[in-house]
């Protein structure tokens, strides 16, 4: 049974920070590539950050949007990805979504259930 439990959502000022994280189970973790996504209501699902597998010495990548603003880590001892968030705006108001793929693997990618982040103006 996989399962991917994001938590750390919650409503901050623009200019503020959170902290998201991502317990995953069920999976060989180092050997996932693990991803944050959002999606706000009305629009499509974004990519925003990946960490990858220990077979790409655990990498990151940032959409432009958040690039250096965001931090992506994991915790591999904890099964955990963490997203920091600083410098916050509005328009990262989403929920965003923890990913999971395993190297090579014909098996579909696995979700989260989602956090809700709300960012004030």
């Known amino acids: 049974q996989v399962q991917l439990v994001e938590s750390g959502g919650g409503l901050v000022q623009a200019g503020g920070s959170l902290r998201l994280s991502c317990a995953a189970s069920g999976i060989i973790f180092r050997r996932n590539a693990m991803g944050w996504y959002r999606q706000a209501p009305g629009k499509q699902r974004e990519w925003v950050a990946t960490i990858t597998s220990i077979t790409s010495d655990f990498n990151t990548n940032y959409a432009d949007s958040v690039k250096g603003r965001f931090t992506i880590s994991r915790d591999n001892a904890k099964n955990t990805v963490y997203l920091q968030m600083n410098s916050l705006k509005p328009e990262d108001t989403a929920v965003y979504y923890c990913?999971?793929?395993?190297?090579?693997?014909?098996?579909?990618?696995?979700w989260g259930q989602g956090t809700q982040v709300t960012v004030s103006s």
């Open positions: 990913n999971a793929r395993e190297d090579y693997s014909t098996s579909p990618a696995y």
